[in-house]
């Protein structure tokens, strides 16, 4: 069959192996934009150290919706011992807590399901703002791998930042996660 000629200014047809593009946002619909960025991370002999920036514009803390989300997707949360006026986990200050607080558990709790972590590992972790207006916060953690610290750090973040649901998914099923944990 002989395709038929284009008129002028006409788009070509798709070619059969062409991806199809992703359909454009409605126009009501807010860009998607990071809640947090990494800036930079730094590497100690016992800790890794990463300043972090909360977008302007998004919110400092976390609420339910998102403690009930990271609960789903990481169990054990709740139960990580945390010292905060509220109580003696992190539960009592889930739902009511800096968002890079709770980045600094997620961090832990991904390197604790990474089989490279030592069954009997136990990390530590601190979180404070240093401007709590311009968002910048420096969160540290103790390691045992730096690089599954490193790991744990990329995903974390994506997690927060709505980086495909999957994250939390992916990082509990890849062959590196221990689901004991």
Known sequence: MTPRPRIAGEAPPPRPDALAP????????PAARPRIAVERVTVRPDRLSALVRVAPGAPRRTDAALAERARAAFPDLPHHTC?????P???????DTPLPHLLEHL?????????ATPACAAHVGTTEWLNEDEG???VEVTYTDDI???????????FLNDEGRECARHAISTHHIRPDR
């Open 107 to 115: 961090v832990i709790s991904l390197m604790l399901r990474d089989e």
């Open 148 to 158: 599954v610290a490193l790991r744990a750090l990329r995903r974390a973040a994506a």
């Open 136 to 138: 910048l916060a420096r």
């Open 22 to 29: 992703a359909p454009p946002a409605p126009a009501d619909a």
């Open 83 to 87: 010292v905060n006026e509220a109580g």
């Open 89 to 95: 986990t992190f539960a009592a200050v889930m739902a």
